[in-house]
């Protein structure tokens, strides 16, 4: 599938969003997944695209629901990714996944599974540096790296409240969770 392909495809699943509102769309192992958000994610997602932004080097950029095509049957818009400046200047509605460098999912309540495990495994098989995931349901984050085909080598949970660091190929971001929500009505297992 070319990105003209991927763009007209993502194109007719935005009318869904549409007939939606509230909810985000993408392809997951071959489904149409809809999830609804929330207030606690989009402003999760605010404050981390607000520290993101600011430590980037020139000629990358952050974007937000976006798709990326990884196959026929994966099309994922993470909550946030860092692009060459260049492509995100195409201002496109879909994007090639080889150009995200960096990141971010953050957790909902029907996104357990696909934040934790499917999306990952698919961002290092691409070789995406660093994948981080943000879960306002633990009020933890996962941090991974070192990719492989399998998945990521590399992993840490760090409990919000202090900075977190992460060592990346764009430089030392530094995220600060003191300020991220936690659900006060999720289950905590």
């Known amino acids: 599938m070319t990105v003209s392909d991927l763009d007209r495809l993502h194109s007719q699943l935005s009318k869904l969003e549409d007939m939606f509102p509230g909810y985000l769309t993408e392809i997951v192992e071959g489904s149409i997944v809809m ?3 929330k207030p606690f994610h989009g402003k999760t997602i ?4 607000s520290d993101l932004e600011g430590q980037l080097p020139s000629g990358w950029a952050v974007v937000s629901d976006v ?3 990884f196959d026929d049957d994966n099309e994922f818009c993470p909550d946030l990714a860092v692009i060459p400046a260049e492509a995100e200047g195409e201002n496109l509605s879909a994007y090639p996944a080889d150009l995200i460098e960096f990141v971010v999912e953050v957790v909902s309540p029907s996104s357990v599974r696909r934040d934790h495990e499917v999306k990952p495994r698919w961002y290092a098989s691409r ?3 660093n994948c981080l995931v943000v879960d306002p349901l633990e009020g933890h984050c996962v941090t991974m790296w070192n990719p492989g085909p399998d998945g ?3 992993r840490d949970v760090v409990p919000y409240g202090a900075d977190l660091t992460v060592d990346s190929p764009l430089g030392k971001l530094t995220l600060r969770t003191d300020r991220l929500p ?3 009505k999720a289950r905590r297992s």
């Not at 605010?46 to 695209?49: A, G, K, N, T, V």
Request: net charge positive; aromatic share 16%.
């Open 152 to 154: 990521y080598r590399g």
């Open 35 to 37: 999830n609804p958000v």
């Open 46 to 49: 605010q404050r981390l695209w």
């Open 182 to 184: 936690v659900d006060p």
């Open 127 to 129: 070789g995406i540096a």
């Open 67 to 69: 798709a990326f095509l």
